[in-house]
């Protein structure tokens, strides 16, 4: 059980950091080419580390939802976010949109994931008005909406090992980001650039997968899914750490708000799932 408190508390550390990291990334690359250098390393280690890779139609498609656009819409918010902590904070706005889109579907939205629906959006609301709505905050919900799109997807692979599938989504990714790369290519060749590049792909996408896999097994899907909400928490004291980013008053409150009332929703939709 400690075991599993130390690796979500990793998760939470290496994925906010990742988002100031990234922030000082894009100043030497377009977010095109850092999301390129985050699969194709990250991919490399998840493979070493899973022995191997799981790979299909399905995968594919998976793949180009959950990591693909996913990854390039993530940067490109953090590029164009004030502030690359309230980007996290709307991205992590997917479980949300994950109630909204089942419902579609025909599944019942309860009393209380409707409290927290309608508490994430005041917070939103109020914490993106408080910076006039860049364009960053609009590129981090279409972000958001998606992952909950592709972790909707994501239950026709459950079945499969998780290392392994990740780590052919990752290398899939890069493949599928080559053709793009010349639509927006800008590399300003620097130690400093590569090295948080590369740093950026080694703690977000294989060090976080990998801490992130060994929590769900050690406390559950349920406990993680919970805990993992305070990876903007963690985002916000990091940019404030390395890019001296202070968020003002609104955005404190909004993004506690919409915190709060993600919490309130994931919770209740998993506990009802279990009665």
């Known amino acids: 059980m400690v075991r599993g408190y130390l690796t979500i508390l990793g998760v939470i550390i290496v994925w906010g950091i990742s988002f100031p990291l990234s922030k000082i990334a894009l100043y030497f690359m377009s977010p095109f ?23 299909g139609k399905k995968e594919a498609i998976n793949a180009i939802l959950n990591m693909g656009i996913f990854v390039i819409l993530l940067n490109l918010a ?27 579907r025909g599944e019942e939205i309860s009393f209380p994931q409707f409290v927290g629906i309608i508490v994430s959006f005041t917070g939103i609301f109020i914490s993106v008005d408080s910076v006039n709505f860049s364009p960053g905050s609009l590129i981090a919900i279409v972000a958001a909406i998606l992952w909950a799109v592709g ?3 994501y239950s026709n692979l459950k079945n499969r090992d998780i290392v392994k ?3 052919f989504m990752s290398l899939f990714s890069s493949l599928f980001v080559i ?97």
């Open 151 to 153: 972790t909707l997807y």
């Open 179 to 275: 053709p793009i790369l010349p639509f927006d290519f800008y590399f300003k060749p620097s130690v400093l650039g590569i090295g948080v590049g590369i740093l950026v792909a080694i703690i977000a996408q294989a060090l976080g997968f990998i801490f992130w896999f060994s929590s769900v097994k050690e406390l559950g899907a349920t406990t993680a899914s919970s805990i993992v909400i305070l990876v903007p928490v963690s985002a916000y004291l990091f940019s404030f750490i390395i890019l001296d980013q202070i968020p003002n008053v609104f955005q404190i409150f909004g993004s506690s708000l919409a915190l709060i009332g993600v919490f309130i929703s994931q919770y209740s939709r998993i506990y009802l799932s279990r009665k």
């Open 33 to 55: 080419v850092l999301t390129f250098i985050r699969f194709i390393i990250g991919g490399l280690i998840l493979t070493a580390y899973g022995k191997g890779i799981i790979y």
């Open 165 to 167: 599938l990740n780590a």
């Open 78 to 104: 953090i590029n164009y976010s004030t502030n690359p902590a309230l980007a996290s904070v709307l991205i992590y706005m997917q479980p949300i949109f994950v109630a909204l889109l089942s419902r579609l």
